[in-house]
């Protein structure tokens, strides 16, 4: 049977990319979520989500059962859609500056699939400006096309519920673009909030630094607190408990994925270095896991100790690695002790041992990442460190 689709989404299969295709689809649109990885595309028209996502698999298998929706890698599809959707973002280099080729390339490379009237939505996170440069330069190759920059704002694992309930921001350069969008994303949610394209490009980096830098303050305060032996988390309640002007203060833990710090990092650049919050927090959330490593070292003689990490992904009850430093504490540990023992139920590397045999073979167990089951683990009297407090039974180190 032909497909014939209403929207296409240039990077489908991803992240942000499927669950928004899904509800699209589910929402009556034809969509054709375009990818490059085979593999991944056979798994999901055989309704497997390949990532962790409440309820995801049930509306793919619908809007599967539908013929509402086609994984594939055929960009002509491309040329067929009224909209296109790209979600390819800004990521940044290892010298911490905005790396714009990667979004280019894709412009570049279906750039003869494009055709004029297309409203062509920008949807993940960029660097200021970024979209002004492509509706510039998608002018300059000749085409009347229809640019909006769109920001996602879901929580990662919770997309279906939050792409229905959470506001969506819209933003464009011409009237027709603006109220193509509203159309659009009114399929998802009745709550449009419409800016300028720099101030939606803007809003979406605000908000990942300001959640970045809120995190930074929770672990500062945890490292001063605990240098002077005291614990975060009874200090943390006390501020907290029925005081509401302190509602949003975060607890400790490792700050990452792979928003939060590139984004941080790109509002730098874009303020010519003068961004010092965003700085100071890179500092402090980047040297958790060597504050950490000093305090176990100032306790045990730990290369002559054997350490558990258990949780590897990036955030709780998640399958999702990017940028998790898990991995950075692991890889200072691996310098500094006897031996190091890795876990993580969500995950299937070979180097990962259950949470049983880390818990047999490890003198101290740190949990890196919160994930619920770890609340009913038994770990036999073994000296366990929780930064993240999941057992209630503070977090000092």
């Given at each position: 049977?032909?497909?014939?689709?209403?929207?296409?989404?240039?990077?489908?299969?991803?992240?942000?990319?499927?669950?928004?295709?899904?509800?699209?689809a589910y929402k009556g649109m034809k969509v054709c979520a375009l990818d490059i990885r085979e593999d991944v595309i056979k798994a999901v028209n055989r309704g497997i989500v390949p990532f962790l996502d409440k309820n995801l698999d049930k509306y793919l298998k619908e809007v599967l059962v539908s013929n509402n929706f086609l994984a594939t890698d055929d960009d002509s599809f491309i040329n067929q859609s009224e909209v296109v959707i790209i979600i390819i973002g800004t990521p940044v280099d290892e010298h911490l500056n905005p790396r714009f080729n990667d979004l280019l390339d894709v412009i570049k490379r279906y750039l003869k699939e494009f055709k004029d009237g297309q409203l062509l939505v920008?949807?993940?996170?960029?660097?200021?400006?970024?979209?002004?440069?492509?509706?510039?330069?998608?002018?300059?190759?000749?085409?009347?096309?229809?640019?909006?920059?769109?920001?996602?704002?879901?929580?990662?694992?919770?997309?279906?519920?939050?792409?229905?309930?959470?506001?969506?921001?819209i933003s464009s350069f011409t009237k027709s673009g603006l109220e193509r969008s509203n159309k659009l994303f009114s399929l998802l949610t009745n709550d449009i909030i419409e800016v300028e394209p720099m101030e939606a490009e803007l809003a979406k980096l605000f908000t990942n630094a300001w959640r970045y830098i809120n995190f930074a303050i929770a672990n500062q305060f945890y490292m001063v607190a605990n240098d002077f032996n005291l614990d975060f988390y009874k200090i943390h309640h006390a501020m907290t408990y029925k005081y509401p002007r302190i509602k949003g203060f975060a607890k400790a833990g490792f700050a990452a994925g792979p928003c939060l710090f590139k984004d941080?990092?790109?509002?730098?650049?874009?303020?010519?270095?003068?961004?010092?919050?965003?700085?100071?927090?890179?500092?402090?959330?980047?040297?958790?896991?060597?504050?950490?490593?000093?305090?176990?070292?100032?306790?045990?003689d730990l290369i002559n100790t054997k350490v558990g990490i258990l949780g590897m992904t990036f955030k709780a009850n998640n399958d999702d690695i990017r940028e998790s430093l898990s991995f950075k504490l692991k890889k200072i540990l691996e310098f500094e002790a006897k031996e190091v023992y890795c876990s993580d139920y969500h995950l299937g590397f070979n180097y990962l041992v259950s949470e049983k045999e880390l818990i047999d073979k490890s003198d101290i167990i740190l949990i890196a990442t919160p994930h619920s089951r770890y609340n009913s683990l038994d770990f036999k009297n073994k000296k366990v460190y929780d930064i993240w407090n999941i057992l209630g039974k503070g977090g000092k180190i």
């Open positions: 049977m032909k497909f014939s689709p209403d929207i296409t989404v240039i990077g489908g299969c991803g992240h942000v990319g499927l669950p928004l295709s899904i509800m699209f920008l949807r993940s996170t960029v660097y200021p400006g970024t979209s002004k440069m492509i509706n510039e330069m998608l002018i300059r190759n000749g085409l009347k096309i229809d640019i909006a920059f769109c920001p996602e704002r879901i929580a990662q694992g919770y997309s279906v519920k939050e792409l229905t309930s959470l506001p969506q921001i941080t990092m790109q509002i730098a650049s874009f303020y010519k270095n003068s961004f010092f919050l965003g700085h100071s927090a890179m500092l402090v959330n980047e040297g958790l896991p060597d504050y950490i490593v000093d305090r176990l070292k100032q306790k045990h």
